[in-house]
């Protein structure tokens, strides 16, 4: 089974420290949590809106470079740092401007903390691929790169 490594240049180069942002193999797109950084590996924002509005934006760069969007997610799994609080103060609304009916599952999550202190949200989510889904995807040897 052909896999399809996914690392756009606008977002900071995983592969230098260990992983990958995205793996497209065997009907499935799976993710690396995408958090509020900038390509330079820089926190934007330190409120949840805007570090949820760029953990959206760098979800988008990820599915638009397997030619997938918004509307094919059928999961969202969102770590909100004190949900109580960020869900309902920030979050929601860039939720309600990423998505609209028919709506993804959604699960949020209650962590202690992210992986950096400064971080408050980390998204991910689910795409279904199809054989001709994957088929069309096409590798540029930089962006996506094609493993057997």
Known sequence: MERYLVNPPELKDARAIGYNHAIVTNGEFTMA??????????IVGDDIRTQAEKA???VGILLSAVAKGFPDVTKV??????????YFDGYKEVYWETFSEPYPCHTVLGP???????????????VPFTDEDA??????????VRVP
């Open 33 to 42: 949590g995408q958090v509020a950084m900038d390509g330079d590996g820089e």
């Open 56 to 58: 959206y934006e760098n």
């Open 77 to 86: 799994t969102t770590h909100i740092v004190d949900p109580a609080t960020h």
């Open 112 to 126: 202690h903390r992210l992986a950096h202190e400064e971080y408050l949200v980390e998204i991910e989510v689910e």
């Open 135 to 144: 088929a069309a995807i096409e590798p540029d040897g930089e962006t996506v």
